[in-house]
């Protein structure tokens, strides 16, 4: 299949529903973010021939989904917010929905020539973990920022404590 006549679907992943659009076609669906869903998802692109998945991360809403879809042999590539705001600037595109933002990943996808996620269970574990531990830097740098903002002694002994806490975990 060359890349003019490839079908690729994006997803828009969501806590509760994720929204596919396929390209080219313009088809779309929406399911339950379950594994029933993700099973009619799969059917759903197993029956359109689609060859590449593009999906845009979604504070790990999207994990189960990328491990499915892998293990069923799709060619997944994992999108930054960052990517698909920035081609959505590119190509001045305003209108923000969840069935639009899935078009706009699968073109954008269509466009890359990015490397394909591969899914490993135990990397998913430590980004897990490492996730957690930027957090907690991240609020470590707010508590002192808060500290720092503080002129009365007592409230600025709190915020130390916190800031200890923090750095404790």
């Known amino acids: ?34 594994r029933s869903g993700h099973r009619d998802l799969l059917a759903f692109l197993t029956r359109h021939r689609v060859s590449k998945v593009g999906i845009e991360a979604s504070g790990g809403y999207e994990r189960l989904i990328v491990a499915a ?15 698909v705001q920035a081609f959505a600037q590119y190509k001045l595109r305003r209108a923000k929905n969840d069935r639009l933002d899935a078009g706009l990943i699968a073109e954008c996808v269509a466009g890359l020539t990015a490397r394909q996620t591969d899914f490993d269970p135990r990397l998913a574990q430590m980004g897990e973990a490492l996730r957690r531990i930027e957090q907690i830097e991240a609020d470590i740098v707010r508590a002192k920022t808060r500290r720092e903002s ?5 409230l600025r002994k709190v915020q130390t404590r916190e800031v200890e806490r923090l750095q404790r975990l």
């Open 150 to 154: 503080f002129h009365d002694a007592r």
């Open 69 to 83: 879809l892998c293990a069923a042999g799709f060619a997944v590539i994992l999108l930054q917010p960052r990517q």
């Open 1 to 34: 299949m060359t890349e003019d006549n490839m079908i690729i679907a994006g997803i828009d992943t969501g806590k509760a529903k994720l929204d596919i659009a396929l390209r080219p076609g313009g088809e779309t669906l929406q399911v339950d973010n379950t």
